[in-house]
C-alpha cells in the first residue's frame, strides 16, 4: 500500500515536473535543480553573512547598534541584510522541495541513503544556524528566544542542564551568550560544507550548479523583496524588560509557539520522533530480492573500465593469480550496487551482467526511454 501510493507520487510529480517545462523550458525548470537551488541559496548567504560579519559586533550592548548600523548607515547594508534574511528564508523553502521530490520520486533510499542521512543532518544544522541568526540582532525577538530556547533545554532529563548552560555559555545571559550564538551560527554555515562534501559521497555527478539564467531569476526573487520589505529589527532587548509581542520567522522559529503551546519535554518528544522517523524512512521500503551486478572470472580481463565507470563507486579492482595473464579482477560490493548497468555497457569483454536485467534487455529499456518525449 504504501510502495503503491510512493508510485502514484512519482509519477505525478514527474508529470508535474514536465508540465513546468511550458513556462521554465526544460533547460530553465527549476525541479530539474533541485539541489543546486538550495546550494545557490547557500552561496548567497555565506556571501552576505560574510559582508554583515565585517560591521557587526557580538556584545549586549553592541550588537542591536551594529546591526542599525548596517541596515540604515552602511550604503546598501539593508539590502545586504535583506538578501541574507530573504535567502535563508528561500533556502529553507528550497531545501524543503528538494528533501520531498527526492522522496517523491524514490531517490533517496538504498545506495542513496548516506544522501538522505547527510540531508537530515543539514536540516537540522540550518535550523540551528537560522535560531542562532535571530539571535544576533539583539532585539526583543531574540531575548525571547534565549529565554524561552535555555528552559526549554533544561528539561531535557540528563543532558538539558548543561545544554542550557553552553547555550547562554553560562548561568545568566551576558556578552558571553552572544558570543556563543555567533560562534554556534558561523561554526556550524561552514561545517555545512563538510556535510556537502558527504551529501555528494555516494553521486558521481551531482548537479551542484544552476544556469545563469535560473540564477539570475533566484537572486531577482530575493532582491525585490529585500528593496521593497526591507529588514527591520523590533525594538531592542532591555533585559529588565519581558517582551511581550514579536513577530515571528516560521521557516525558523516554528518550534518556540510549540514551546508556548505544551510542555517542553512533549515538544522534545515529537521533535525526536520526527526526527527518528526521517532517519528510519529509506527502510521503511523492501525491494524485490536484490540482483546486483555479477563478474564473470572467466571474461575479465582486469582492464578496470567498470570500476570507472560506475557512478556508486561499487567496483573496485584486486591483484588475481590464477590467471597467466590478466592481474586483476573486478569485484562487485553488492550493497552499494544500484543495478543501473553501466558497467555492463563499459564492459567489451561481456565479463560482466546484470542477473536480472541481461545487457540485451538494458539497451532496450534505454533506447525506449530515449524515444519518449521529455
Ligand atoms: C546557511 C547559512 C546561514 C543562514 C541560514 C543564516 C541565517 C541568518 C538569519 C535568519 C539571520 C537573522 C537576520 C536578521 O533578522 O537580520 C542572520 C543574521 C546574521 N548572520 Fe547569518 N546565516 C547563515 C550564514 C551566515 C554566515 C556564513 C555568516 C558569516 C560569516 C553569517 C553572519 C550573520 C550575521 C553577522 C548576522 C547578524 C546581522 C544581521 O542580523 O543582519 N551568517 N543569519
Ligand atoms: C543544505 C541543504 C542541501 C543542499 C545544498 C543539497 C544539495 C543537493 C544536490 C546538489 C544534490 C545532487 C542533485 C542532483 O545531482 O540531481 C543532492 C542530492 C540529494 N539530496 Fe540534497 N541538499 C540539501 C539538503 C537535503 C535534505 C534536507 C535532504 C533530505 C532529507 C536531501 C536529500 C538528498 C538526496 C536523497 C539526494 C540524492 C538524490 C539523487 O541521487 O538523485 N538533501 N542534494
Ligand atoms: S550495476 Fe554496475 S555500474 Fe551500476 S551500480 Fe552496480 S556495479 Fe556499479
Ligand atoms: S570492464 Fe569487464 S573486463 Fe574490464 S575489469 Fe570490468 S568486468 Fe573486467
Known amino acids: 500500500m504504501y510502495k503503491?501510493?510512493?508510485?502514484?507520487?512519482?509519477?505525478?510529480?514527474?508529470t508535474f515536473e514536465k508540465g513546468l517545462n511550458k513556462v521554465f523550458t526544460q533547460q530553465y525548470n527549476p525541479f530539474y535543480y533541485h539541489g543546486a537551488v538550495p546550494n545557490f541559496f547557500m552561496w548567497t548567504l555565506f556571501i552576505t553573512g560574510l559582508l554583515l560579519f565585517v560591521y557587526y559586533q557580538p556584545t549586549l550592548d553592541s550588537a542591536y547598534i551594529s546591526v542599525n548600523f548596517i541596515t540604515t548607515k552602511l550604503p546598501f547594508g539593508n539590502i545586504i541584510r535583506g538578501l541574507h534574511r530573504y535567502a535563508a528564508d528561500a533556502m529553507m523553502i528550497a531545501v524543503l522541495v528538494h528533501a520531498i521530490r527526492v522522496y517523491f520520486t524514490d531517490r533517496y533510499r538504498k545506495y542513496r541513503w548516506i544522501?538522505?542521512?547527510?540531508?537530515?543532518?543539514?536540516?537540522?544544522?540550518?535550523?540551528?544556524?537560522?535560531?542562532?541568526?535571530?539571535?544576533?540582532?539583539?532585539?526583543?525577538?531574540?531575548?525571547?528566544?534565549?529565554?524561552?530556547?535555555t528552559d526549554a533545554l533544561k528539561q531535557i532529563p540528563f543532558l538539558g542542564l548543561p545544554l542550557a548552560?553552553?547555550?547562554?555559555?553560562?548561568?545568566?545571559?551576558?556578552?558571553?551568550?552572544?558570543?556563543?550564538?555567533?560562534?554556534?551560527?558561523?561554526?556550524?554555515?561552514?561545517s555545512l560544507l563538510f556535510l556537502l562534501w558527504?551529501?555528494?559521497?555516494?553521486?558521481?555527478?551531482?548537479?551542484?550548479?544552476v544556469p545563469l539564467g535560473l540564477g539570475l531569476l533566484l537572486l531577482s526573487s530575493i532582491m525585490i523583496p529585500a528593496s521593497v520589505y526591507p529588514v527591520a529589527s523590533v525594538n531592542p532587548a532591555v533585559l529588565t524588560k519581558l517582551p511581550t509581542q514579536f513577530p515571528?520567522?516560521?521557516?525558523?522559529?516554528?518550534?518556540?509557539?510549540m514551546f508556548s503551546g505544551m510542555p517542553a519535554l512533549i515538544v522534545w518528544t515529537i521533535v525526536f520522533i520526527a526526527t527518528t522517523l526521517?532517519?528510519?524512512?529509506?527502510?521503511?521500503?523492501?525491494?524485490?530480492?536484490?540482483?546486483?551486478?555479477?563478474?564473470?572470472?572467466?571474461?575479465?580481463?582486469?582492464?578496470?573500465?567498470?570500476?570507472?565507470?560506475?557512478?556508486?563507486?561499487?567496483?573496485?579492482?584486486?591483484?588475481?593469480?590464477?590467471?597467466?595473464?590478466?592481474?586483476?579482477?573486478?569485484v562487485v560490493i553488492d550493497a552499494r550496487c544500484s543495478e543501473c548497468g553501466l558497467c555492463v555497457g563499459a564492459c567489451a569483454f561481456k565479463a560482466i551482467d546484470l542477473p536480472q536485467n541481461h545487457s540485451k534487455e538494458v539497451i532496450t529499456k534505454i533506447s525506449?526511454?530515449?524515444?519518449?518525449p521529455a
Open 248 to 257: 515571528l520567522d516560521w521557516f525558523y522559529l516554528w518550534i518556540f509557539p
Open 278 to 330: 526521517l532517519f528510519a524512512l529509506p527502510f521503511l521500503v523492501t525491494d524485490k530480492e536484490k540482483a546486483p551486478a555479477v563478474v564473470s572470472l572467466t571474461n575479465c580481463v582486469g582492464c578496470t573500465l567498470c570500476a570507472k565507470d560506475c557512478p556508486y563507486e561499487a567496483i573496485y579492482m584486486v591483484p588475481r593469480t590464477d590467471h597467466p595473464k590478466y592481474k586483476q579482477l573486478a
Open 165 to 190: 548552560k553552553i547555550f547562554v555559555n553560562g548561568d545568566v545571559i551576558s556578552h558571553y551568550t552572544l558570543a556563543m550564538s555567533f560562534f554556534f551560527h558561523i561554526g556550524i554555515s561552514f
Open 4 to 14: 503503491e501510493t510512493l508510485e502514484k507520487l512519482q509519477e505525478a510529480t514527474i
Open 115 to 149: 544522501a538522505w542521512y547527510s540531508g537530515v543532518v543539514l536540516l537540522i544544522g540550518m535550523l540551528i544556524i537560522g535560531i542562532t541568526g535571530y539571535i544576533l540582532v539583539w532585539d526583543e525577538r531574540s531575548y525571547m528566544i534565549v529565554l524561552a530556547m
Open 368 to 372: 525506449d526511454l530515449l524515444k519518449e
Open 198 to 209: 558527504l551529501h555528494y559521497l555516494r553521486i558521481s555527478r551531482p548537479v551542484t550548479d
